[in-house]
């Protein structure tokens, strides 16, 4: 199999969402994609061991939130890399409650729909979950959505492991030496490496500077989690 034909598969990020007043959740999302015009369907693949399949299965309804391009790596830290079960992940979010009573994430996001459950299949670690647009709301009309392939190969995300596109990570190869600059780290929150020659200019850390010379209130730019998050790799 070769993996790197996957990455040639085109997908969008979203948060997906649900529950109800008392208990809500939701998580990063690429796969979810209309399915049918009339009536207007969507279709989305749920891990099994997310909160919000539960959720979804209790409360029959589900959102879609688009992330924007320049969503932040908090906001994917948040909904990507944590569980509902340990977080209220909507504590300090911005959003609509929709008229199924689930929740709609309208932080950084250019556009959502909310949606009936209306079918399900289970396809192994994941279920499919079919629903029928039930009301929408376009946020930024000229805004452009967050792709995959973006957050892959400009942001350097990587999938988080409920994630249906989720690879294993292959033993990291041991870096090579890297002269001045010391050692690269790895995010132990969602594996994204620093490289001291790249930097983070985004993140205002110039290339060539050291790990350790990172200022401490640098976060990781996929995630959001601490400098403390990050282990050397030897
Ligand atoms: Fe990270």
Redesign the pocket.
Known sequence: MNIEAFFKITYGLYIVSSGNKDNKSGYIANTAFQVTAEPPQVAIACNKDNYTAILIDKNKAFSISILKQEASPEII?KFGYKSGKDIDKFVDSNFVVGSTGIPIVTDESIAWFECKLVNQFDVGTHIIYIGEIINNELLVADGNPLTYDYYRNVKKGKAPKNAPTYIKPVTETKPEKISDLGPKYQ?M??D?IYDPAEGDPDGGIAPGTPFEDIPDGWV?P??G?EKSDFEVIE
Request: glycine share 12%.
């Open positions: 830290g995010c929150v969602c994204y990781c996929v995630c989690a």
